[in-house]
């Protein structure tokens, strides 16, 4: 089992919709990082966080400690959203060391 | 002012061969990381430095090196290439850990 696992690793979305992206990790972390990556492969850094939640425009990313799980939400979905939407975590005991997800496609169609 | 510059963008060796990355941080910034990206593997850690030492490394056989000189710029190695080293190697750099990584747009390599 890896150490973070995102779900959907596929997603299609039309314009608008309302879209949620999971993420679960099994180690204690000291921070948990959203990262898109479009073709061409520049990635990104959307969010870092250790707690609660954060908002950025149509973004928001939340983190539930306890629960060892965190989730990107991105509202009213657009095209120019489509991307990779990977998370990454720096666990308790790595240093700097970041851990990645697999990474979840997006698709926003017009 | 001016992001992660990753050099070259593309680049394309021969198997045996070995290569020379490099990676110009954001000014001020001290930590330099590197990843390497593989459809099969995804994204890895390779090694990070700060202010000229290695502080972290990854699961990477010794063919993979790195150094960070005095200004920050890093340069990461490869010898001996292996068709599996083609990937595409992205460097992030920070402030300090407990800050956000800004990413280089990555120099893609392949092995032939």
């Known amino acids: 089992k890896n150490e973070v696992e995102q779900s959907p690793q596929n997603l299609t979305a039309q314009e608008g919709e309302f879209i949620t992206i999971n993420c679960s990790y099994s180690?204690?972390?000291?921070?948990l990082h959203w990262l898109q990556q479009h073709p061409g492969g520049g990635i990104v850094s959307l969010f870092m966080?250790?707690?609660g939640k954060k908002k950025h425009g149509r973004l928001i990313a939340t983190i539930n400690i306890q629960e060892k799980h965190s989730s990107l939400h991105i509202t009213a979905s657009h095209p120019r959203d489509s991307a990779v939407y990977i998370c990454?975590?720096?666990?308790?005991?790595?240093?700097?060391?970041?851990?990645f997800g697999e990474g979840t496609q997006l698709t926003v169609n017009p | 002012k001016a992001g992660v510059t990753q050099t070259p963008r593309y680049l394309i060796k021969t198997r045996g061969q070995q290569v020379t990355l490099s990676c110009s941080p954001i000014?001020?910034?001290?930590?330099v990381s590197w990843y390497q990206q593989t459809p099969g593997q995804g994204l890895q850690f390779l090694f990070e430095?700060?202010?000229?030492?290695?502080?972290n490394k990854g699961n990477f056989p010794g063919r993979f090196s790195g150094r960070q000189f005095s200004n920050s710029r890093s340069e990461m190695n490869v010898s001996t290439l292996e068709l599996g080293d083609s990937a595409l190697y992205l460097c992030?750099?920070?402030?300090?850990?407990?800050?956000?990584?800004?990413f280089g747009s990555g120099t893609r390599l392949t092995v032939v």
């Open positions: 992030a750099s920070s402030f300090n850990r407990h800050y956000g990584y800004t």
């Open positions: 180690v204690g972390i000291s921070a």
């Open positions: 966080l250790s707690s």
């Open positions: 990454a975590v720096r666990s308790e005991t790595s240093g700097s060391r970041l851990t």
């Open positions: 000014s001020g910034h001290r930590s």
């Open positions: 430095y700060f202010s000229e030492t290695q502080r």
